[in-house]
């Protein structure tokens, strides 16, 4: 049924037909009304972009652009209009610019909104612009503090989440499918060019462990290992039909880019292994380059993600936005993350008070402290997601009892001259707190492997993943009363309150030559009327209904000047009534 006893065959009860479908996640449903409404309604905008917001939903991104497309012509002052079509352009490739133009429209129009805002910062955290997008996202929660999306957007462009095409710059005109098929083929060449030179070399070391050295130190096992290699290359290489953008999108991209680079160093070394050798010493160099080139790379990784961005100020705004479910799967990676930094921080600590002084492990106190900082801010909500991963309530307390366990054994070094035995209760810290730092590491590597295997998101940040918009640009537009409209086609005073280098002005105008069905006003108006508009188009106009003469009306919007038609075109955003006083406001 449509809202307010609109006939639900009628364009109008189709319409909020639509919204509700839209509402219930059922797209189908409101396409079907949608295509109703615009059949009995074509000049509607509203009915467009409800088409348009559902056949983005049903994945029809072209359909949905064109939808949103003729919404924009038949309102272009809505901002509305102009979010519904920024947010439909950014999926399609090479209308990037285009946009962020019509985004940037809407928050001109509606200043005072938090939806264009975060759009904008959505466009901006998509191409790595974390700087950018906090600015906007903090603008939307200016206007909004319960705007979810900007709350959780906010926390990953805090912790420099990269998204998940980071090779790939929204902005380019380059299909991205396109793009994706070169990463695939170049992570694909730097893991088949480590696994078969590492597996190679280890054959080539087990020779040297358990039966005689060959006489010949190029043997058959590397020759068929470099050939492959050879034969691989080839063939990914010909996947690759973008070469002259791979360079850009390495430098995007800078685990992709590091992947293929120490690829290549892996390769280089098994080639100059093979002259090498197997009982020159040389060749142990070059085959641990070899062999631990992967897993060096992986805890490069892990380690230096860890220690990027501000976590425990991002746990803060996704605790916040808890209820929403990217901002609790988001909290719990970012726990993650903070324990992996608390982690290395710790065991940087006690390698120092085992290498220097033991009483340097009085600062893992600060691995507690960290932690308590993290409950503060995550409240309620880090709770609930160390219930939900016991994983991670069992690495949050292994490593809590390392740190205490490094504090027990430099308290225990600094009492040895005064206490008897504590020599030796120092020496059992010291194994209990490594046992601990070592589980904290097994835990991490079985959680990792338990979400690789089930496809499940695991505990680093490319499990991060962002809010999406959900009905962005799908609100009812403003509506004009018959009273209203009675006031401003038949005024011929009609005042036009507006924006001039000098300061608020006030200046009469024409009078209203027509209302369309989405309730734009078009009015004949001056020079100035126009200049101001093109300053400022945010605008009032203000109207005494001739026939009730205590009855007037005001209408705040958007004003876009016309050349074609020669007339100013006014889309509401807020309308207000009322009466003049005078001694009828006695009775």
């Known amino acids: 049924m449509g809202s307010d006893g609109e006939d639900p065959d009628s364009a109008a009860g189709l319409r909020a037909v639509a919204l509700a479908h839209l509402s219930a996640d059922r797209p189908e449903a409101a396409l079907t009304a949608a295509r109703r409404a615009v059949t009995l309604d074509p000049a509607h905008e509203w009915a467009h972009r409800l088409a348009s917001l559902a056949l983005e939903r049903l994945g029809n991104d072209a359909e949905a652009v064109r939808e949103a497309e003729e919404a924009a012509r038949l309102a272009p002052g809505s901002w509305h209009a102009r979010l519904r079509l920024g947010v439909a352009l950014r999926r399609v490739p090479g209308r990037w610019r285009e946009a962020a133009d019509s985004i940037a429209a809407a928050a001109r129009f509606a200043p005072e909104e938090p939806e264009p805002h975060a759009m904008a910062g959505d466009l901006a955290l998509l191409r790595g612009e974390h700087r950018r997008a906090e600015a906007a996202y903090l603008a939307a929660l200016r206007r909004n503090g319960e705007h979810t999306l900007a709350r959780v957007n906010y926390g990953l462009a805090l912790l420099r989440w990269d998204p998940p095409r980071a090779h790939h710059d929204p902005a380019w005109s380059i299909d991205p499918r396109e793009t994706g098929r070169a990463r695939r083929a170049l992570e694909v060449w730097s893991r088949q060019a480590r696994l078969l030179p590492a597996v190679a070399t280890a054959v080539s070391g087990a020779l040297v462990v358990t039966g005689p050295v060959p006489d010949v130190p190029l043997g058959l096992a590397g020759v ?120 290395s921080a710790l065991a940087a600590l006690a390698a120092t008070a085992v ?43 292994l490593a809590l009892t390392a ?15 005064f206490v008897r035995g504590a020599e030796q209760v120092g020496t059992w810290a010291w194994r209990v707190a490594l046992a601990a730092l070592a589980a904290v590491a097994v835990v991490f590597v079985l959680r990792a492997l338990r979400a690789w295997w089930r496809g499940a998101p695991g505990p680093w940040r490319t499990s991060l993943i962002m809010a999406e918009p959900v009905m962005e640009g799908a609100r009812e537009p403003v509506t004009l009363t018959p009273e209203v409209l009675r006031a401003f086609t038949f005024s011929r005073e009609v005042v036009l309150a507006c924006a001039d280098a000098r300061g608020p002005r006030a200046l009469a105008v024409g009078a209203v030559t027509s209302v369309t069905p989405s309730g734009e006003l078009r009015l004949i108006a001056g020079a100035e009327a126009w200049e101001a508009a093109e300053r400022d188009p945010r605008v009032a106009l203000f109207a005494a209904d001739p026939l009730h003469r205590r009855f007037w009306a005001e209408v705040r919007g958007v004003a876009l000047p016309d050349p074609e038609t020669d007339v100013l075109r006014v889309t509401p955003k807020q309308v207000l009534v009322g009466e003049f006083p005078g001694r009828h406001q006695r009775r």
């Open 355 to 397: 290498v220097a002084h033991p009483a340097a492990g009085l600062a893992a106190l600060v691995v507690p402290y960290l932690l308590v900082r993290v409950r503060d801010r995550g409240a309620l909500a880090g709770l609930g997601a160390l219930r939900a991963d016991r994983w991670l309530a069992a690495a949050v307390a």
């Open 224 to 343: 068929i290992a470099l050939v492959l290699v050879g034969a691989l290359t080839v063939r990914q290489a010909r996947r690759v039909r973008i070469w002259s953008t791979v360079p850009v999108m390495l430098g995007r991209d800078r685990w992709l880019g590091l992947s293929v680079a120490t690829a290549g160093i892996a390769v280089v070394a098994y080639t100059a292994s093979l002259l090498v050798p197997l009982t020159d010493p040389l060749w142990a160099g070059l085959a641990g380059i070899v062999l631990l080139n992967a897993p060096a790379l992986a805890a490069l990784r892990v380690l230096s993600e860890a220690w990027r961005g501000r976590p425990v100020l991002a746990l803060a705004q996704l605790s916040t936005a808890y209820g929403e479910r990217a901002a609790r799967r988001d909290l719990g990676v970012t726990l993650w993350i903070v324990l992996v930094r608390a982690w």
């Open 403 to 417: 740190a205490l366990a490094c504090v027990a054994a430099a308290v225990a070094s600094l009492m040895t001259a």
